[in-house]
């Protein structure tokens, strides 16, 4: 496996279809959660916030930021964690 240098456009464009195909999966889940659970709702704001960032080429919002997806979508599973009272192993 090497790091991805984003040199091969193509490449990156396949990578990026398939996190707006999670973001449009993952819309109804932070709705649903948002409506149980007020704070959820920040979750979907920044995940949209996230991704419009990477679309106008800004990569570094996909995983290597503290606001990235990856970021963001790892604190709604760590919040989602603590709120079910599932213990981390």
């Known amino acids: 496996m090497t790091a991805n240098d984003h040199t091969d456009r193509e490449y990156d464009a396949r990578v990026l279809d398939r996190f707006a ?10 709705d649903r959660l948002s409506g ?22 800004e990569l570094q919002y ?4 503290l606001a990235s997806y990856h970021s963001v979508w790892f604190q709604l599973h760590e919040d989602l ?9």
């Open 81 to 89: 964690l603590v709120t079910l009272g599932i213990p981390r192993h």
């Open 21 to 30: 195909d999670l973001d449009r999966r993952a819309e109804p889940v932070c």
């Open 36 to 57: 149980a659970v007020a704070r959820f709702a920040r979750y979907r704001v920044r995940l949209s916030a996230a991704l419009t960032r990477v679309r106008d080429g």
């Open 62 to 65: 996909v995983a290597d930021d």
